[in-house]
């Protein structure tokens, strides 16, 4: 409706065509998220027009971001009335299970910028909080929390459990839901944490079978009351009909090799949980595979592009995945022969 109401405005007035692309694109972005925005029941817990946002902050509001398919867990929503509720919440699971995707996509149905800091690269204080450049102490810039916690939005804090210890300190009086920062660096301002700056932490479960693991600092784990558990869809001999439909709409192959496709994954997951190998592919993976896949190459060999290489560099390791692949593609053959 708003879509065509733009469209003849733009017809009856003499406008330059700069400005008729510009309508034109925000009507299309406004459209996309309008149909996101009905297939999940998110605006009882989040309106993005309850939100306002300096322009310069625009884009960081995500912009057609791919659904979230679930098996009726409700993530999104569960994200959003822990948002409304707590302000922060913690998301668990193994990589690839959709975490980061998920954020950006309740950024986007809430109308909320997206401040994205991973924690287990070696990003300074000073990035995070902010320094003086230059000469003297006048020029500040706002590092990426104060940003955030000055104009709001959506603070995603991926690894969480690798955050430094002196990060972790100087962020926690933050996260009491109506906490402030004292940039101490900057004559110890006092900013108070903005309205709609809301928290997501996430990380890979802490269990024994992945290494280099570690819990999470207690004062952040104390402050957040929401935990959420993240899984892939399919895993081991559990095959998931709505991912291999993903994969071959998506990528472009016969439902019959998406499958394929989706019952390798499944094993090489089920590998990694267990400690067996060190990478699990996520759907967006799979679907890269079938990609090659349409385009003419066969699954081993689509397989020996994407999968095989991006799970490890160890010809040993590699040797392993090709095995997992070869025993899937025989079973299919003898299980559809039968
Ligand atoms: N349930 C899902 N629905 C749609 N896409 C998904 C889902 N789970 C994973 N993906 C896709 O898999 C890829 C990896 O997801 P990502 O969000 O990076 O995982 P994580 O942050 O948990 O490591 C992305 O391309 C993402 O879009
Ligand atoms: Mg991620």
Partial sequence: MEYNKIISSIN??????????????????????????????????????????????NERIPKETPPYIDNGEHYVERIGRALKFFKQCALIGPSGTGKTHIVYLVAELAGLPMWEINCG?????????????????????????????????????DEANMMKQDVATKLN????????????????????????????????????????????????RRRMSVWLNFDYMSIGDNIDEKEFKMVSEIGGISLKDAETIVKIGAKIRQEYKSGDLPYGPSVGDLINWAKICSDGADIPTGGDETLVPMTSDDPEVQGEV??????VIESEIAQRSR
């Fill in 121 to 157: 690269l070696s990003t300074s204080v000073f990035d995070l909080f902010g320094r003086y450049i230059g000469l003297g102490k006048e020029n500040w810039i706002d590092g990426l929390i104060t940003s955030w916690c000055r104009h709001g939005g959506i603070l995603y804090l």
């Fill in 173 to 220: 009086p933050l996260l009491d839901q109506r906490g402030h920062m004292v940039l101490t660096e900057k004559d110890s301002e006092v900013i108070h944490r903005h309205k709609h700056a809301y928290m997501i932490i996430s990380m890979n479960p802490v269990s024994s079978e992945f290494a280099g693991t570690k819990p999470i600092n207690a004062a952040m």
């Fill in 12 to 57: 009856h007035s003499k406008i330059n065509s700069e400005k008729i692309n510009l309508s034109i694109s925000v009507s299309k972005i406004k459209k996309d998220t309008h149909k996101l925005s009905k297939m999940y029941d998110f605006k009882k817990y989040m309106d993005s027009s309850d939100m306002s946002f300096p322009p310069e902050m």
């Fill in 322 to 327: 090709r095995q997992i692949i070869k025993k």
